[in-house]
C-alpha cells in the first residue's frame, strides 16, 4: 500500500505562484521508489479529472499542453516526495489537485492517489 499526502494549496491571485508537495509513505514505497511514475491532476467543479504532469524516476517529465512553461514538476526519491511549482497562474488553474503514483510500466493504471489540495486563484 502506498500513502499520499498533498499539502500547498491555497488562495491566490492571478499571475502568482504556488508549490504543491506530495509526500509518499508505505511499506515498500520508498525502497522500491525507482519503480514509480509521480504525477499530479486536477479538477475543477463541475469538470472531469485531467492530467497535468508527470515525471519519473530520473526526472523525466511530461506536462499537459495548459500548463507547459508554466508548471514545472520534481521529485526528492530520498524524500518520495513530488512537487509542482506553477507559475504565472489563472484562474482557470482553478481545481482541486492530487497526486497519483503508479508503477513505471505501460498501461499501468494509477493504483494511488492522495487526498486532493484546492487551488483557487482569483482574477
Known amino acids: 500500500q502506498v500513502q499520499l499526502v498533498e499539502s500547498g494549496g491555497g488562495l491566490v491571485q492571478a499571475g502568482g505562484s504556488l508549490r504543491l508537495s506530495c509526500a509518499g509513505s508505505?511499506?515498500?514505497?520508498?525502497?522500491?521508489?525507482?519503480?514509480?511514475?509521480m504525477s499530479w491532476f486536477r479538477q475543477a467543479p463541475g469538470k472531469e479529472r485531467e492530467f497535468v504532469a508527470a515525471?519519473?524516476?530520473?526526472?523525466?517529465?511530461t506536462y499537459a499542453d495548459s500548463v507547459k512553461g508554466r508548471f514545472t514538476i520534481s521529485r526528492d526519491n530520498a524524500k518520495s516526495t513530488v512537487y509542482l511549482q506553477m507559475n504565472s497562474l489563472k484562474p482557470e488553474d482553478t481545481a482541486v489537485y492530487y497526486c497519483?503514483?503508479?508503477?513505471?510500466?505501460?498501461?499501468?493504471?494509477?493504483?494511488?492517489w492522495g487526498q486532493g489540495t484546492q487551488v483557487t486563484v482569483s482574477s
Open positions: 497519483a503514483v503508479k508503477l513505471a510500466y505501460a498501461g499501468a493504471p494509477y493504483d494511488y
Open positions: 508505505g511499506r515498500t514505497f520508498s525502497s522500491s521508489i525507482s519503480g514509480y511514475i
Open positions: 515525471i519519473n524516476w530520473s526526472g523525466g517529465s
